[in-house]
């Protein structure tokens, strides 16, 4: 039976991308550890700053008066805000934003959805004008190594969407 130079083409494609997925699995350990060292010594050199902040009277003393300031400012947004037409604007806002939560998290899933099953990563809005949308992933602490497979209640910190 001869090979067709599409069958070659194909086998060598094959080929290549399984050396291309050794080559990520393999990298992926030392990636994950090239993160972490860099966050932590970004940790280092914020706690470094902050201590020098800390150490600068000037700085303290313009600290305290921008406290005092924000502290001003809130008394008088909150006094401004309990007025009952305002009240029934902040029951909205957070009416809205509750809903909007439900309604990103249904399509999240319904999406990762779409994407697992049909590859797709488009889909048309209601003025059937074409929306695309990304999959993301985070790599959770070390702390959090949970399945991957649990759901978002069993493990908040998953995040897919």
């Known amino acids: 039976m001869d090979t067709t130079v599409e069958d070659r083409v194909d086998a060598r494609l094959d080929e290549q991308e399984e050396t291309l997925e050794q080559?990520?699995?393999n990298a992926l350990?030392?990636?994950i550890s090239l993160i972490e060292?860099?966050?932590a010594e970004i940790k280092i050199a914020k706690e470094?700053?902050?201590a020098a902040l800390e150490e600068s009277p000037e700085y303290e003393a313009a600290a305290a008066e921008a406290k005092a300031a924000t502290q001003k400012k809130n008394q008088?947004?909150?006094q401004l805000w309990a007025s009952p037409d305002h009240q029934t604007l902040l029951a909205k806002i957070k009416e809205n934003q509750e809903e909007i939560a439900?309604?990103?998290?249904i399509l999240t899933a319904e999406l990762m959805h779409l994407y697992q099953t049909q590859q797709i990563d488009e889909v048309p809005d209601e003025n059937?004008?074409?929306?695309r949308f990304k999959v993301t992933v985070k790599l959770l602490p070390k702390a959090a190594n949970?399945?991957?497979f649990q759901t978002e209640d069993q493990n908040p910190g998953m995040i897919i969407g």
Do not use: Q
Not at 102 to 105: G, N
Not at 128 to 131: L, Q, Y
């Open 23 to 25: 080559a990520a699995s």
């Open 29 to 31: 350990p030392r990636r």
């Open 37 to 39: 060292k860099y966050k």
């Open 48 to 50: 470094t700053l902050n």
């Open 76 to 78: 008088l947004k909150d």
């Open 102 to 105: 439900t309604l990103t998290e």
């Open 128 to 131: 059937g004008e074409p929306r």
């Open 146 to 148: 949970k399945s991957p």
